[in-house]
C-alpha cells in the first residue's frame, strides 16, 4: 500500500516507471479530488468516501438506537453452533496467549532469545539473495525480517501487565529494531532511485528541464517533470515519504488519536499514584472542542494522510477545514493539451487554479496568533511556513519531516512561477517565503543547533547519524563514522550492542555489492568486529560466511583463527574434535585457507615460549597445569587433515621445547601422547604421492629428528625412573620369626620354627634374585637409554643434522638451551646408575665420552655441572683403584 504526502495532486501512477523504482515519490499528483479515492490507515479499513452517508455510520455505533422496521431474528442452531465454536476458540488462543505470556516473563529479558534468532534469518536473506540485482530484495526481507520482530515484541509488551519490571529492556529493544527496519526502508528506498538514475539526468541544470515545454502545460505536468528531472527534490521528497510512512506506522501500533478516551483514565490514575511516563504521551492538552479534532487532522497529515484529515473534518461537521485542505492542490487541465482529442470530449479539471491567492491568504493565517498552534500547523504545512509548523513537531524526525517538506514547496513554487505562462498576474509571497533557502546540508546544520535539546540529543542516536549519512549520500563518511564507534564505549546494555553491529555489518556489505564504497579497511573493521561479537554471543556457525567476505586472504586467517581461538577458551571443557572438525568444515565451504588457519589456531594458543632465555635444575620437575592441557588440547586443530601432520610435528616440537625448558616432563609427555604414533610413516607417503620424492624437506626432516630427540630423552628418563623405583624401593627383606621378634634373635628355636626359618630363607632369596634380575634389566636399559641421549647420532642431541636456520633463530637458541641442560642431567643420571650398581670401571668409559672431542659434550656442561660429574667419577676411580689392589 502506497502512503502519500500532501505535496502535489494529479501525478500518473505509472509516470516514474522508466526508473523502475515505486511511485510515491510523485504521491500527490495521483490524486486531484476526495473522492477519488483514500488511502487507509494500516490501523484500520480505509474510511468511507465524502458522499456517503454519515449518519448511517453515528447511528449504526449507539447501541440505544433502534431504526423503524428493524426486527431482531432469532438464529438458528447451525449459527449459535457457529458463535460457540467462535468463542471456544477465543478461549483457547487466550488461555495459549497466557501461558506463553507466564513463559516469557520467566526470561530475564523477555523476547530477546526471540529476536537474536535475527543473526541466523539476516545471514540466510545475504545467502540467498547473492545476485548483485538482487540486493533491494535483499533489503526489503532485512525490513521485513525486523519488522516480524517488532510486531512479536509489541505484542508482548501489550500482553504483559503493566509496569513489569522486565519490561523496560524488551521495550527498549523494540524501539531499537524499529529504528532498524526504518533504516532499511530508507536505504531501499534511496539508494534504488540512486542506482536507476542517468547521471546525465543527475547533472542536468534546471534549465534544461523546461526547454522544449509548451506555455499550455499544467502544473502538474511541469512538477512531474521537475520530480523526474530534478534529483535533489526527487529524493527529498522520498525522505518525506518514509517519514511520513514510518509516522503511520507509529499511529498504528500506539493509537496516538485515541486522545479523549485515555485523557481521563491518565488523569485519574495519576492522581491515585499508579500513572506512568507513558500516560504523558500523545493525551488531550486543551479542552475546547475541536482540540481532538485539530490533532488528529494534523496527526493525518504528518502521516501523508490527506484523504483521511479532511474525512475527519467532515465527520466533525468542518466542511470549510476540508476544503482549506483542498487548496494547495496543483492545477491540471486535460483540456489543455492539443491535438490528443478526436472526439472533442471534455474532462474535468483538478486542483486550485487560484493556489496562490489561497496561498497568500493562508500564509497570512500562519501568522495569526489568534489561531491555535496545531491550526497553525495544519496551514503553514500546506503553504509551506516552516516557521508556523515548527512548533508542532516533536521530535527529531518531526522537524527533518517539515524543514524537508518546506524545502520542496519552495523548490516548486520557485520553478513554477518562473516556467508556467500564467494568463493573469499572480499573487506576490511574502519575502519571508522566498528567504527560505533551504537544502539537505542546511537542515541537518539547523537540527543539531537548535534549541530543543531532545532533538539534539535524538539527532545523535546512532540509528539516526546513519539515516543522515544516508540521507546525505555520505558512503565512507558513514563508514568512517561506524568505525570510529568500534573503538568507543557506549551506555547501552549488552542485549542491544550486538543489533547495532549487526546492521553495521549488513550496510557494509551492502555498499560494497552496489560499488559505493572506496573503503575496504573500514568494512573489514566493521565486519570485524560483528563477527567476534557473533562467537561471543555463541553463535560461530554464522562467522565464516561473514569471514569470507573480506578481501584478503591474510585477514580472512586471522580472524577466523581468532575466532576458534576465542571458542576453543569459551569451550575448553566440550570442544571436542567433531567440534573443530565442524568448524573448519564451515570454513572450508566458503572457501577459507583451512590448513592456515588451522595453524594460526595453535600458535596462537600455544605461544611457543620463545622469550624464555634460561633454565634451572633439570632434576626439578614442574606439575602440569590447566592452561598446559588447554595448550596441549590445541594441537588436536591440526589432527583434521593428514596434509597437516608436518605442521603438527613442528607446532608439537615447538610445545615441547618450551615445556622441557620449564622442567614440565609430565606436560612433554600429554604433548607427545597427543601426536599419533604413524605420523612419521604419513609424512613420507604424503610428500612422496603430492612430489614422487623420497627425501622429505629440510624444516620436516629437522622437525622428525627433534621429534626423535624429544622421544629419546623421554625414553631415558623413564627408564631411569623405573630402574631407581627398583632399585631403591623394591628390595625384598628378610623377614623374622614370631619368636625372634618377641623375644629376640638369640633364641633357641624349636624344630618347627626352624623349619619354617629355612622355608622363608629359600623364599627370600629367591625373591632377591629375581630383583637381581630385574634390576640387571632394567640398568641395562637405563645405562642404554641415558646413552642414547648422549651419544645421538649426526651431530648429537637436540642439533639440527642439516643447517637450514639462522643461527640465532628462536628455535635454535631453545635447542642450545636444552643441550645445556639436559645432557648434563642425562649423564649425571647415568653416573647415579654405574655408581649405585657399582660398575666403576663402566664410570671410566663414561668419563671418556664426555670428554671426547668427537661428541664435545663437555663444552655444553657449566662449571658447576662439570664439578658435579667429576666429584661422582672421582669416587669411581678411587673405587676402581680399591679393587685392583685388593685383587
Known amino acids: 500500500m502506497e502512503f502519500q504526502s500532501p505535496i502535489i495532486a494529479g501525478s500518473d501512477p505509472t509516470a516514474t516507471g522508466r526508473l523502475n523504482r515505486p511511485s510515491r515519490r510523485m504521491k500527490m499528483l495521483e490524486r486531484s479530488n476526495i473522492g477519488a479515492g483514500s488511502l487507509a490507515s494500516p490501523s484500520r479499513q480505509s474510511m468511507s468516501y465524502m458522499s456517503e452517508d454519515l449518519t448511517n455510520t453515528i ?65 540466510k536473506t545475504f545467502q540467498s539473495y547473492g545476485a548483485e540485482h538482487q540486493v533491494f530484495n ?134 491515585r499514584g499508579m500513572g506512568s511516563e507513558n500516560d504523558e504521551q500523545n493525551l488531550v492538552t486543551q479542552m475546547d472542542p ?21 474525512q475527519l473534518c467532515f465527520r466533525a461537521g468542518q466542511p470549510f477545514r476540508a476544503a482549506i485542505l483542498e487548496g494547495w492542490k496543483l492545477f491540471h487541465d486535460p483540456n489543455m493539451k492539443s491535438g490528443n482529442d478526436v472526439s472533442n470530449t471534455k474532462e474535468s479539471p483538478s486542483g486550485n487554479p487560484y493556489r496562490d491567492i489561497w496561498k497568500t491568504m493562508t500564509w497570512k493565517e ?53 516556467c508556467v505562462n500564467y494568463k493573469r498576474q499572480l499573487q506576490v509571497l511574502p519575502d519571508e517565503y522566498w528567504n527560505q533557502q533551504l537544502t539537505i546540508e542546511s537542515i541537518f546544520a539547523t537540527l543539531a543547533a537548535t534549541r530543543d535539546k531532545n532533538v539534539v540529543a535524538q539527532g545523535r542516536d546512532q540509528y539516526r547519524v546513519i539515516q543522515r549519512y544516508l540521507i546525505i549520500d555520505d558512503v565512507d563518511g558513514l563508514l568512517e563514522e561506524m568505525s570510529s564507534w568500534l573503538s568507543k564505549g557506549d551506555s547501552w546494555s549488552v542485549h542491544l550492542r550486538p543489533h547495532m ?3 553495521m555489518a549488513h550496510l557494509a556489505l551492502f555498499f560494497r555489492r552496489i560499488g559505493r564504497s572506496s573503503c575496504d579497511d573500514m568494512i573489514g573493521s566493521i565486519l570485524e568486529a560483528y563477527v567476534q561479537q557473533l562467537v561471543h554471543l555463541g553463535r560461530t556457525d554464522l562467522a565464516a560466511v561473514y569471514v569470507g567476505q573480506l578481501p584478503l586472504a591474510d585477514d580472512q586467517i586471522r580472524l577466523y583463527a581468532q575466532c576458534l581461538v576465542l571458542v576453543e577458551k569459551q569451550q575448553a571443557d566440550s570442544c571436542d574434535d567433531a567440534e573443530r572438525r565442524r568448524l573448519l568444515l564451515l570454513a572450508h565451504e566458503v572457501g577459507l585457507d583451512v590448513n592456515a588457519i588451522a595453524k594460526q589456531v595453535v600458535i596462537t594458543l600455544c605461544h611457543q615460549g620463545d622469550n624464555i632465555q634460561s633454565v634451572g635444575d633439570a632434576s ?6 590447566p592452561e598446559d592441557e588447554r595448550r596441549i588440547r590445541s594441537l588436536s ?16 616440537n615447538n610445545l615441547m621445547r618450551s615445556y622441557l625448558l620449564r622442567h614440565q616432563i609430565d606436560a612433554v609427555k600429554f604433548t607427545f601422547q597427543l601426536v599419533p604414533s604413524d605420523t612419521l610413516s604419513v609424512l613420507s607417503e604424503h610428500w612422496e604421492s603430492r612430489t614422487g620424492l623420497t627425501d622429505l624437506p629440510a624444516d620436516v626432516e629437522a622437525a622428525i629428528r627433534e621429534y626423535l630427540c624429544v622421544k629419546t630423552y623421554i625414553d631415558a628418563l623413564d627408564a631411569f625412573q623405573d630402574w631407581f623405583n627398583r632399585f631403591h624401593h623394591s628390595k625384598p627383606k628378610k623377614a623374622l620369626l614370631a619368636a625372634q621378634q618377641r623375644v629376640g634373635a638369640s633364641t633357641q628355636l624349636n624344630f618347627t620354627e ?19 634380575a630385574a634390576v640387571e634389566s632394567l640398568t641395562q636399559s637405563a645405562i642404554e637409554k641415558l646413552y642414547n641421549v648422549l651419544l645421538f647420532p649426526d651431530g648429537g642431541w637436540m642439533a639440527d643434522s642439516v643447517q637450514y636456520q639462522e643461527e640465532d633463530s628462536p628455535r635454535q637458541q631453545q635447542q642450545q638451551l636444552l643441550r645445556q641442560s639436559c645432557i648434563p642431567h642425562a649423564a649425571l643420571l647415568l653416573c647415579n646408575v654405574l655408581t649405585s650398581t657399582e660398575r666403576y670401571s663402566d664410570c671410566l668409559e663414561l668419563a671418556n665420552v664426555l670428554a671426547g672431542q668427537q661428541q664435545g659434550l663437555y663444552l655444553v656442561c657449566s662449571a658447576e655441572q662439570l664439578a658435579q660429574l667429576t666429584k661422582h667419577l672421582r669416587q669411581a676411580y678411587v673405587k676402581v683403584l680399591d679393587l685392583s689392589a685388593s685383587s
Not at 378 to 405: M, Q, S, T, V
Not at 754 to 772: A, Y
Open 59 to 123: 447511528f449504526e455505533s449507539d447501541p440505544t438506537f433502534t431504526r423503524i422496521g428493524y426486527q431482531s431474528q432469532r438464529k438458528t442452531l447451525d449459527e449459535t453452533r457457529a458463535d460457540l465454536t467462535i468463542m471456544n476458540n477465543t478461549t483457547t488462543r487466550k488461555k495459549r496467549d497466557e501461558e506463553l505470556m507466564s513463559i516469557l516473563l520467566e526470561e530475564d529479558v523477555p523476547g530477546v532469545e526471540d529476536v537474536m534468532e535475527l543473526f541466523e534469518s539476516f545471514l
Open 138 to 271: 535483499q533489503c526489503a526481507e532485512y525490513k521485513t525480517e525486523c519488522g516480524e520482530r517488532v510486531t512479536a515484541l509489541c505484542k508482548l509488551i501489550q500482553m504483559a501487565p503493566q509496569g513489569h519490571g522486565k519490561l523496560n529492556q524488551a521495550q527498549e529493544l523494540e524501539q531499537e529494531l524499529r529504528l532498524e527496519q526504518d533504516t532499511w526502508a530508507l536505504v531501499g528506498s534511496l539508494y534504488q532511485d540512486r542506482l536507476n538514475t542517468d547521471s546525465q539526468d543527475s547533472e542536468m541544470e534546471t534549465e534544461e528541464i523546461w526547454s522544449g515545454l509548451e506555455d499550455a502545460t499544467s502544473e502538474q505536468e511541469l512538477v512531474k517533470q521537475l520530480f523526474e528531472k530534478n534529483v535533489t527534490i526527487r529524493q527529498a521528497q522520498l525522505v518525506v515519504d518514509w517519514l511520513e510512512l514510518r509516522a503511520a506506522e507509529v499511529e498504528f501500533y500506539g493509537d496516538n488519536v485515541a486522545g479523549w478516551e485515555n485523557t481521563l483514565h491518565a488523569l485519574i490514575s495519576k492522581q
Open 290 to 310: 475541536d482540540a481532538a479534532n485539530r490533532e488528529q487532522v494534523f496527526s493525518r497529515l504528518r502521516c501523508g494522510q490527506l484523504d483521511e484529515a479532511q
Open 366 to 418: 500562519c501568522d495569526n496568533s489568534q489561531l491555535s498552534p496545531e491550526e497553525r500547523a495544519i496551514l503553514a504545512l500546506l503553504c509551506g511556513h516552516l516557521k508556523a509548523l515548527l512548533p508542532a513537531c516533536r521530535n527529531w524526525e518531526d522537524h527533518l519531516w517539515a524543514h524537508l517538506r518546506a524545502m520542496i514547496d519552495h523548490s516548486v513554487e520557485k520553478e513554477l512561477r518562473r
Open 501 to 503: 553491529l549487526r546492521l
Open 620 to 625: 626439578l620437575q614442574v606439575a602440569i597445569t
Open 637 to 652: 586443530w591440526l589432527l583434521m587433515d593428514p596434509s597437516m601432520r608436518s605442521e603438527l610435528l613442528i607446532q608439537a
Open 754 to 772: 626352624n623349619l619354617l626359618k629355612e622355608q622363608q630363607s629359600k623364599q627370600h632369596q629367591i625373591e632377591l634374585q629375581r630383583w637381581h
